[in-house]
């Protein structure tokens, strides 16, 4: 398992000294958004993250929005819940817009940028 675990936080390029390092260890941010071993070697299909990069300095946030690109380029789809614009636009390929819990709108972001 720990093996496993090393070769995907290395694949992922998870920034951790090792697989067992316990949580109490690791930075605020690591600890934040290192992804659960076991859930990836199930083959999952798909991560939803709320609000991931809420409580992370601007360092950790570029890292998790690369660590993403990652998961995206493995195939990996992403759900991502966030109030962050500049998140969005670096990462997503398509944008649902919500208001008052009622859909406003599907955009595609390769769209939406050409038109700013």
């Known amino acids: 398992m720990y093996k496993r675990a ?3 936080v290395k694949d992922l390029k998870v920034n951790i000294s090792s697989p067992k390092l316990k949580v ?3 930075s605020v941010g690591s600890a ?3 992804p659960a071993p076991g859930r990836f ?3 999952s299909k798909i991560l939803i993250m709320d609000e ?3 409580a992370l300095g601007v360092t950790e946030a570029n890292s998790l929005l690369n660590l993403i690109k990652n998961l995206k380029d493995i195939g990996l789809s992403i759900l991502l819940i966030t109030q962050r614009i500049p ?3 670096a990462i997503a390929d ?3 817009v919500l208001k008052g819990g ?3 709108d599907i955009m595609d972001v390769k769209k939406l940028l050409l038109t700013m």
């Open 41 to 43: 070697a199930f083959q």
């Open 52 to 54: 991931p990069t809420a």
């Open 94 to 96: 398509r944008v649902m």
């Open 24 to 26: 109490a260890q690791m």
């Open 102 to 104: 009622q859909r406003q």
């Open 87 to 89: 998140d969005v636009l």
């Open 6 to 8: 090393d070769e995907l």
């Open 32 to 34: 934040r958004w290192l």
